[in-house]
Every structure is written in C-alpha cells, then in structure tokens.
C-alpha cells in the first residue's frame, strides 16, 4: 500500500493508524504549489485522487484508490485486527468510535478551515467561539480517561492530527488540561513518534 500524504496534514491520521498498525505503508509526499499538485513520483497527483486532489489517499495492493481519511483509518485498522485499533464490530464502542471520528471530522477537522485563510477578525473570533466549544466537548469526555474509548483508536489518531492545527491557527488550548495530557500521551506513542519523525514533524513539539 501506498500512502499519499503532506507533512502535518490530516494524512498525518492514517499514517499514524499504520504505524500503529504495524503495516507496511510506503509513503509518498504530494507538493502543493499553486494550482498544482505533484506526488513524490512525479505523478499529477489530481490523476491519483480525481476528487480535488486531497491527502490523504490510499493506493491499495490492487491499483485501486481509497479515497477520504475517515474510510482509510478505518480500512487500515480493518487490516491489522490483533492490533484492536477499533473494538468489535457490532459492539456499543464500536458505534462509539465511529460517532467520534464524525465529530472530529465534522466539528473540529472542517471547523479549522477559515482561520487558514486570514479570515476577517469578526469571523475569527466566531470561528474560535465555536471550536473552543467543540474542545470543552472533547475534555469533558476525557475526564478519567486516556483516550476518547478508554483504550486507543483510530479515532484518537485522527483527533490529534486535528488538535495539532491549533499552533498553525494561533489558538491556546492549554487551558483545557484533559486534552493538554492527551496531546503528551499521543506524543509518547511509538507509532505516532515515528510518523512524526518520517514527517519532519518531530522538532515542532505540541501543535
């Protein structure tokens, strides 16, 4: 498999999930330069992924693409069972995990969107009401507990790739202890020290 990725991007969440996972996930930085995108390869990476040329995409062993971050973490972690990145299918923590993943991807991951583009200071300061809403979701659910599940998932990996853009947006979550521990138990994880290290990552400390 390959993972086509750009540094400190939400690719950072499968990549961590494979690492994780113990899979062997070649990877592939896509450049971003103006209109255009470049994989590592030379390849025109809006030939790879047809659907606006977005990280993270997922070559599989067939060929074939996958395509949006939430279906490939989930896809991975399905590759790598004994690693119990997600609980049983079927169980109330499996519908758990999967609710989280939404929230992160709906209310956190799309919700960082308009403070990259310089956003008006009204519209920031809106923007950061709502997301500072969503963290004091996130750190209520993690009263008492390490990880959003209790036990690590795949869902804990996408939330700490997003909760990482709040440098790059200039936002101060420190007063939300709970999520503060749970970036510093991230960071100690093997595999998420490793994707951070092939990713440059690893000088940059909590973002």
Known sequence: ??????????????????REAGLP??????????ASRTTAEGENFFEVNPRGGYVPTLRLDDGSVLIEGPAIIHYLADQAPAKKLL???GTRSYYDALSWIAFVNSELHKGYGPLFGKPEPEVRAQVEEKLNKRYAVVEKALEGKEYLLGDFSIADAYLYTIL????RANIDFSKY???TSFMERMEAR??????????????????
């Open 1 to 18: 498999m390959k993972l086509y990725y750009s540094p400190g991007a939400c690719s950072l969440s499968p990549h961590i999930v494979a």
């Open 25 to 34: 996930v070649e990877l592939s930085h896509v450049t971003f330069a103006g």
């Open 87 to 89: 609980p049983e299918r």
């Open 164 to 167: 990482r853009w709040s440098h």
């Open 177 to 179: 202890p709970n999520l």
């Open 190 to 207: 093997p595999g998420v020290a490793q994707a951070l290290k092939e990713e440059g990552l690893d000088e940059e400390g909590l973002e």
